[in-house]
C-alpha cells in the first residue's frame, strides 16, 4: 500500500504560482496513474488533474487546462502540479490520489488518498 503525502499549499496572490509536490512511499509508485483532486468549502470533490504511471499521458480538468501542469518523477517518488496564473476560484484544499487504473477523472477509481494542502489565492 502506497502512502501520500502533500505539501507546497500556501496564500498566493491572483496571477501567482505554486508547486505542489506529493511524496509517495511504497515500491509501486512507479506502476501507478496519479492524480490531483481539489475541494474548495461548501462544494464537492473535483478532478483537477492526472498522469500516466511513465508520465508520458497526462489529462486535466478545462478550468485548469493551459495553467497547469501535473508531473512526475519515478525515480523520487514524487507527482507534482505547477500552478500559474492562479485565480480565487482555485482556492481549495488539493488531494493527490493514486490509482491501479488508467488515468481518468473519477475519483472512485483511486483506492489511496493524502491529507491535502491548503492553497488560498486572494484577490
Known sequence: ??????????????????????????RTFSSLTMGWFRQAPGKEREFVAAVSWSGGNTFYADSVK????????????????????LKPEDTAVYYCAASPRSPRSAGWAY????????????S
Not at 111 to 122: E, F, I, R
Open 111 to 122: 483506492d489511496t488518498w493524502g491529507q491535502g494542502t491548503q492553497v488560498t489565492v486572494s
Open 66 to 85: 493551459g495553467r497547469f501542469t501535473i508531473s512526475r518523477d519515478n525515480a523520487k517518488n514524487t507527482v507534482y502540479l505547477q500552478m500559474n496564473s
Open 1 to 26: 500500500q502506497v502512502q501520500l503525502v502533500e505539501s507546497g499549499g500556501g496564500l498566493v496572490q491572483a496571477g501567482g504560482s505554486l508547486r505542489l509536490s506529493c511524496a509517495a512511499s511504497g
